[in-house]
């Protein structure tokens, strides 16, 4: 009994408040928009019996998913959305692997604290740290002032609200995800096996492609679905560093949702985003139970 | 694998670099007299003093506060529960869909969620507000602490829940004198986890919040869309000031914890 309360309690929370949510999604990608409160028709109206229900579901229509392929706008930053995505792992990875790789090499008593200092900002605010690439990148920020000063350059460099100022603040943002998975691949990576590498001819750079990055897989794809999935979908960095140049999903849903105020055509743009996610989605959930099992 | 090359100085200095020095510019630039941020023109701590008399950014904290610790509560009682089912639960009917809606929040796009939670609230009539955001940043932060939970749960020993069975405590028992005070590190730092993540929200308090409640994110949001201002990094510098202690003092009294339980493991071993 009591267990079927410990059960059903967090259950019964996720699918009233996760699960439900997304069929009213689709359920409204399907509508019209409308000069209305809610602002789209058809409304499910109960009051006229099962005429009413008939009459509700002959008025959904695929319209909406229509428009997003008629209109270059939609796939456009769909296609854009999967491409800085794509991107910005690959360079998340190149970024943080050396990190990791640093870290579990390290002394052990370091270890904490270096760990201490890969998770502190993961905890502060994300919107403060995109915000301080701002004063950064912006043409009389702080880059262009040391560059100009070493004069490595002799004009400012247009950086912000430019797709390499969406890199850098992605890359940025998401390292603490890449680094803590991988970091936890390789510090329980068998210190052995590389001398045994090493003992059997390998030079060092072999035994590293051949034993350690083999047997970091686990944290390697890990830490890319973590950085590439939400990144599909990001709003916060393309809105403040991109400028009106770079086209991303999340930012078009947003507009579509808070200015053009088209509640439809923002719910079939989240159900399209969705469909791409699954894919990634249900593969890292797999990676996620296999490792959990193999922690049991 | 404790040598440490060049190569893993280099890239360890340089990682740490890159993470650390825009939030130490901006905290440098927070102390700036000048309107401009990207010109230093002497220490002066005004722009705290204006961030103290600006009632409508106190406003938003206030109310991103209460909103923090309810939901972040809530998420920790749910999420424990959720991880214990879980890890302890067995089989049940519909586990698999159970725990995909556990995992997927994780990664589920925050406009994605935000959206379907408003159009959830405006199709069951409630009203946005404090109430609304509290229950979605509970929903996705429950997701978070559960996973936190639930790795310090796989790892523990369950034969000491089982002795505690078999001395004679009830189930209810050994969950609260045994297992409890074992996951307590794990659930603590869910709450933490929790607490900061509701604390930062921007897109899904967007979504869900009302004209009624302005949480500090999205006043920070809108400021910050017109531009880099000294007052926005006078409060990052606090935001950051309150987390880097928080953190720290966490860990530290986490540490000092698993010393004292090494130490009196030791003691009860001696004495045996």
């Known amino acids: ?179 803590l998975p991988i970091y936890a691949a390789l510090e329980r990576l068998d210190g052995s096996l590389i001398e045994a590498a090493e003992d059997l001819g390998c030079s060092r750079l072999q035994a590293f492609w051949l034993v350690t990055v083999p047997l970091s897989r686990p944290g390697i794809i890990a830490g890319c679905f973590l950085v590439m999935i939400p990144v599909i979908g990001e709003f916060v960095i393309p809105s403040l560093l991109g400028g009106s140049g770079t086209l991303m999903i999340g930012k078009v849903l947003w507009e579509e949702f808070f200015s053009n105020r088209d509640w439809p055509v923002a719910s079939a743009v989240a159900v399209v985003l969705l469909l791409i996610l699954v894919v990634p989605i249900v593969l890292f959930q797999r990676n996620q139970q296999k490792q959990t099992e193999a922690g049991q | 694998m404790n040598r440490l090359s060049w190569f893993n100085v280099v890239s ?99 406009v994605i969620t935000g959206l379907s939670l408003l159009l959830l609230f405006i199709g069951i009539g409630l009203d946005r507000g404090i109430v609304t955001i509290v229950l979605a940043h509970t929903t996705f932060s429950m997701c978070y602490v559960s ?23 009830s189930a209810a028992q050994a969950f609260r004198l045994v297992t409890l005070p074992i996951i307590a590190p794990a659930v603590i ?10 604390l930062d929200d921007l897109v899904i308090a967007s979504f869900t919040s009302g004209p009624s409640a302005t949480t500090l994110p999205i006043k920070i949001f809108s400021a910050v869309r017109l531009g880099v201002s000294p007052e926005i990094n006078a409060l990052s510098t606090i935001m950051i000031a309150v987390v880097t202690v928080g953190v720290i003092a966490a860990s530290l009294v986490s540490k000092r914890a698993a010393v004292r339980r090494r130490l009196e493991e030791q003691t009860a071993a001696r004495t045996e």
């Open chain 1, 1 to 179: 009994m009591r267990r079927a309360i410990l059960i059903a309690v967090p259950y019964v929370w996720l699918l009233a408040l996760f699960l439900v949510p997304f069929f009213i999604v689709l359920k409204i990608s399907l509508s019209d928009i409308a000069l209305a409160i809610p602002p789209y028709t058809p409304t499910l109206d109960l009051s006229q019996g099962w005429a009413g229900v008939r009459d509700f579901f002959g008025q959904l229509d695929f319209e909406n998913f229509v428009w997003l392929t008629e209109d270059d706008l939609y796939w456009k930053a769909y296609l854009s959305s999967v491409k800085i995505a794509l991107i910005s792992t690959v360079l998340t990875l190149m970024v943080g692997y050396p990190i990791a790789y640093g870290m579990a090499r390290a002394p052990e008593e370091w270890r904490p604290t270096l760990m201490m200092l890969v998770i502190l900002p993961f905890w502060t605010s994300f919107l403060i740290r995109v915000y301080a690439w701002m004063g950064i990148l912006s043409n009389e920020g702080y880059l262009n002032q040391f560059l100009l000063w070493t004069g490595l350059i002799s004009t400012p460099l247009t950086i912000l609200n430019t797709q390499t100022a969406v890199y850098i603040g992605i890359v940025y943002t998401y390292l603490p995800f890449m680094i």
């Open chain 2, 12 to 110: 360890l200095t340089l990682g740490f670099a890159f993470l650390y020095i825009p939030m130490i510019i901006l905290i440098i630039f927070s102390f700036n007299e000048s309107k401009l941020v990207t010109v230093w023109a002497g220490f002066s701590t005004k722009w705290y003093g204006e961030l103290v008399q600006n009632e409508a950014f106190l406003n938003a904290a206030w109310v991103t506060i209460r909103v923090a610790v309810f939901s972040s509560t809530l998420a920790t009682i749910l999420g424990t529960a959720a991880a214990y089912v879980l890890v302890r639960g067995g089989r049940f009917f519909g586990r698999t869909l159970f725990s995909g809606m556990i995992y997927a929040p994780l990664v589920m796009p925050e």
């Open chain 2, 147 to 169: 996973v936190v939970v639930s790795s310090r749960l796989v790892t523990f020993d369950q034969s000491l829940e089982e002795a505690a069975l078999d001395l004679g405590c």
């Open chain 2, 189 to 198: 730092s869910g709450w933490l986890l929790a607490f900061t993540l509701s």
